[in-house]
């Protein structure tokens, strides 16, 4: 019997959320624990989202706008140059340049930046580490991560562990920028990862579209979230053992990803008697399409095509039938069938930019960090559980970042003064 999306909706949505609000919740200990006081004035870092406009608490709110959006504009055509960049790349198949340069990516991110604020928590703890020790176990931390994020033989839970990390690193950089560009770039952000996802001729979708036709894995920093309890056999998910056939860029998408099949030797073969003559072979296969249990069996692909209606004893497993030449000592059907698992992949641009949101509410108080928090992980269940529905990839910043925007804003200007009046005035409710 095929079993109902809501079946295994749960797990799905838990096994994304998880590592997000665990990403969140570290970005918002490092701010409060590492954030110097309020009086203290220290300037803004200059980086590629500053270069045109640095703020300065003596301009007023019509140059801090004004410079924020440029800001933001720069920093997003920085970041669809670069992206356009990749597509270019990838379809002529430098594909041996992006995996060394995402290599690098990693290092410089675990090394560099994450040095910095692992020094920032020696000196806050007091710890007594000489500087060689502090080094050699930096090194080992960056290389570490660079072969756990990239090599197939490590445990999926090592490398969930240094994707998170990866993502908390560039957050706790992120929060430092000054608060209005921090917020006109969240927005702009949102707006260009759904036009690069969404638009046919996004850079993102056509990422997304050229991996997909040829079976190939872009190398790109990503979230997997595999689930960790094989499926039972009555799972309706299947599909035949071949190279992924979807992908995401750095950041900007969510979208369902095959995991690797069992073993061949763990494969039932079931025979059934064919009152025909010819020898028919029932397989089950991807057939291009982006399926997991949260999904119905039938769909269409991550190009965006319509739906396909396909036979009803097909459509229930994801089963085709191929047609060979008549064979006289074979007179029954092969009906060779297998069980797999989907998991879910979620760029990661999205959690950096998640716990900058929340980050910077951090900096506010804790009223506003749990409002946005709550805006982010709900407007991310919308998203998961349009992903089921629409079967292509899904930006995953616009509904989050959005919600997470306007619940900052509201708590900070209305939840807050109200709550904290009525405390002051000892009403209870």
């Known amino acids: 019997m095929e079993g109902s999306i809501m079946d295994s909706l749960g797990v799905e949505i838990i096994g994304v959320m998880s590592p997000v609000s665990i990403c969140m919740l570290l970005v918002v200990l490092i701010v409060s624990f590492l954030s110097p006081p309020p009086s203290a004035a220290v300037a803004p870092p200059v980086t590629a989202a500053t270069l045109v406009y640095l703020e300065s608490p003596s301009d007023s709110p019509a140059q801090k706008l004004e410079g924020a959006l440029l800001n933001a504009a720069v920093f997003v055509a920085l970041v669809a140059a670069v992206t356009f960049l990749l597509v270019v790349l990838y379809y002529y198949n430098f594909t041996g340049f992006l995996k060394n340069y995402m290599r690098f990516s990693a290092f410089f991110v675990l090394a560099s930046m994450g040095g910095p604020i692992l020094l920032s928590l020696l000196r806050r703890l007091a ?4 500087a060689p020790t502090c080094l050699l176990l930096l090194f080992n931390f960056a290389a570490v991560g660079v072969l756990a994020v ?3 033989a490590v445990p999926i839970l090592l490398r969930q562990a240094y994707t998170v990390s990866l993502g908390v690193i560039v957050a706790a950089w992120l929060t430092k920028l000054p608060e209005w560009t921090t917020w006109s770039l969240l927005i ?3 707006l260009y990862d759904a036009v690069a996802v969404l638009s046919p001729r996004g850079p993102l979708r056509i990422l997304v579209d050229l991996a997909s036709s040829r079976d190939d894995d872009l190398p790109a920093l990503v979230y997997e979230a595999r689930p960790t309890v094989a499926p039972s056999s009555s799972s309706s998910s299947s599909c035949r053992p071949s190279p992924p056939a979807s992908a995401t860029a750095s950041f900007g998408s969510v979208e369902l990803q095959p995991i690797d099949p069992p073993p061949a030797d763990h494969r039932p073969v079931l025979s059934a008697p064919d009152s025909n003559s010819d020898h028919a072979v029932i397989e089950i296969e991807n057939l291009d399409e982006e399926r997991s249990p949260l999904m119905p069996s039938t769909g269409s692909s991550t190009g965006g095509d319509e739906p396909q209606q396909r036979p009803q004893s097909a459509a229930r497993t994801g089963m085709r039938t191929r047609s060979s030449s008549p064979s006289p000592s074979s007179p029954s059907s092969d009906i060779e069938m297998f069980e797999t698992t989907r998991g879910i992949r979620l760029g990661l641009g999205d959690f950096v930019f998640y716990s900058v949101l929340v980050g910077r509410a951090a900096m506010y108080d804790l ?7 709550l805006a982010i992980i709900s407007g991310l269940g919308c998203t998961l559980i349009l992903l089921s529905v629409c079967r292509q990839a899904l930006p995953a910043l616009p509904i989050s970042i959005t919600l997470g925007v306007a ?10 003064p109200f709550v904290v009046g009525s405390s002051a005035s000892l009403v209870m409710f």
């Open 150 to 152: 990239f090599s197939p």
């Open 188 to 190: 702009a952000l949102a």
């Open 407 to 416: 619940f900052y804003f509201l708590t900070r200007l209305l939840m807050e």
């Open 367 to 373: 009223m506003t960090v749990y409002a946005c928090y």
């Open 127 to 130: 710890l007594p580490v000489d």
